[in-house]
C-alpha cells in the first residue's frame, strides 16, 4: 500500500507538473494579447501607453494615441540597416497585403487600429506581420509594456541600437537617442536618402541626371535587347528599346504581376496612371506606354519616370533606388 501511495502521490506531482507547463505555454501564447489589453484599457494622463513585441531587432510598437487608438509600427530598414537582408521585395509585400504601409518618417511600417478593434484581433495581426514578413520566431517572442510622457515627437533608440526606430524614453538611450519628427541620415554613404514629404522635384534633383543617362543608354542600343528597371522596393517602372518605329517601351508594375500591389495601386493611383497615358494590363501582366522615341528627350521621360514611382507607388527616396539592367 505504500507503495502504491507513493505511486499515486509521484503521478500527481507528474500531472501538476504538466499543468503548470500547459499554463506557462499558454501564457507565453498569449502575452502579446495581454499586452495590448493593458496599454488599451490603462490611462496614464499626460502619458501615452506602449507595447513593445521584439525578436532580436524584428519588433512592432504599438502606442496607445489621444483618440484610444493603437498606432502600430514595424521595424524598417532606414534606421535598421541589418533589415535590409530581412525585408525583400517579397516581404515588404506580405506586409502591405496585411495593411501595413510605409512611413517615411521613421523608415517604419505603420498600421492603425481603432479603439474599437480587439486586443485579440490586434495581437493576431502583430504575430502574423513579426512571422510573415520578418521570419520572426513568434513562439519566443519578447514583450514590454511601458508608458512615457505624451508629446508629439517622442525620444526613439537612435540608428546602429537594438531595436533602432522604437519610441523609448530609457535614461540608458539618451545620448543615441533620435528627438524628432523625423530621421534623415546623415552618413556620407546615404547621403541620397531623403527624408519625409520629399517632392518629385526632390527625386528628380537626386535621381534625374542618372535616369535620363540610362535611358539615353537604350535610345543609343535601340537595336540591341537592353533594358532598364528603375526599382522602388514597392513597385517599379521599367523600359526597353522597341522599333518600327523606334520607340521606348515602358511597363509601371501591377497587382497582376504582383498581387502585393492590390493595396498600394488604389483607384486614385490607377487613375494617375492612365492620366500618363498608361494602358491597363493585357498586352502584358503591367501597364503600358509607348514612347516615340523623337516625340520626348530623355529628361522629360526621366522626370515622367520619377513622378509615376513617387505619385502611384508612393516612393519618396527613404531608401535608394535601385537601377537593375541586362547587365545586372
Not at 81 to 91: E, F, I, N
Not at 180 to 204: F, M, N, Q, R, W
Not at 243 to 271: G, K, N
Request: hydrophobic letters at 40%; glycine letters at 8%; a negative charge.
Amino acid at each position: 500500500m505504500q507503495v502504491r501511495g507513493l505511486r499515486y502521490a509521484a503521478l500527481a506531482i507528474v500531472l501538476v507538473a504538466a499543468a503548470a507547463g500547459t499554463a506557462l505555454a499558454q501564457t507565453s501564447n498569449d502575452k502579446v494579447e495581454a499586452a495590448i489589453s493593458v496599454i488599451k484599457i490603462l490611462d496614464r494622463p499626460g502619458r501615452d501607453n506602449l507595447a513593445t513585441v521584439w525578436d532580436g531587432n524584428k519588433y512592432v510598437q504599438c502606442r496607445r494615441m489621444g483618440d484610444r487608438s493603437l498606432r502600430c509600427e514595424a521595424a524598417g530598414a532606414l534606421m535598421q540597416v541589418s533589415l535590409q537582408h530581412v525585408l525583400t521585395p517579397d516581404h515588404i509585400g506580405r506586409l502591405a497585403v496585411m495593411g501595413w504601409m510605409l512611413d517615411p518618417s521613421f523608415g517604419n511600417y505603420v498600421q492603425t487600429f481603432q479603439p474599437d478593434v480587439s486586443a485579440k484581433e490586434i495581437a493576431d495581426k502583430i504575430r502574423a506581420a513579426l512571422s510573415q514578413g520578418y521570419d520572426a520566431d513568434i513562439q519566443n517572442l519578447e514583450v514590454e509594456t511601458k508608458s512615457i510622457r505624451s508629446e508629439p515627437c517622442p525620444p526613439r533608440n537612435g540608428p546602429s541600437q537594438n531595436l533602432a526606430g522604437i519610441i523609448n524614453d530609457a535614461p540608458s538611450m539618451a545620448a543615441f537617442a533620435v528627438h524628432a519628427c523625423a530621421y534623415k541620415p546623415k552618413s556620407d554613404e546615404l547621403e541620397h536618402i531623403l527624408g519625409p514629404g520629399s517632392t518629385v522635384a526632390d527625386l528628380i534633383g537626386i535621381y534625374g541626371t542618372r535616369v535620363a543617362a540610362e535611358i539615353e543608354r537604350l535610345r543609343i542600343n535601340m537595336h540591341r535587347r537592353v533594358f532598364v528597371i528603375f526599382d522602388t522596393g514597392l513597385g517599379y517602372v521599367q523600359c526597353e528599346p522597341q522599333t518600327q518605329p523606334d520607340s521606348l517601351y515602358c511597363e509601371a508594375q501591377s497587382a497582376e504581376s504582383w498581387p502585393a500591389l492590390a493595396a498600394v495601386l488604389t483607384p486614385e493611383r490607377i487613375t494617375r496612371l492612365h492620366t500618363a497615358g498608361f494602358a491597363d494590363p493585357g498586352r502584358a501582366p503591367n501597364f503600358s506606354k509607348t514612347y516615340l522615341a523623337g516625340k520626348i528627350d530623355d529628361t522629360a521621360l526621366a522626370a515622367e519616370v520619377l513622378t509615376l514611382l513617387h505619385d502611384v507607388y508612393g516612393y519618396y527616396g527613404g531608401s535608394r533606388l535601385k537601377v537593375k539592367t541586362e547587365e545586372g
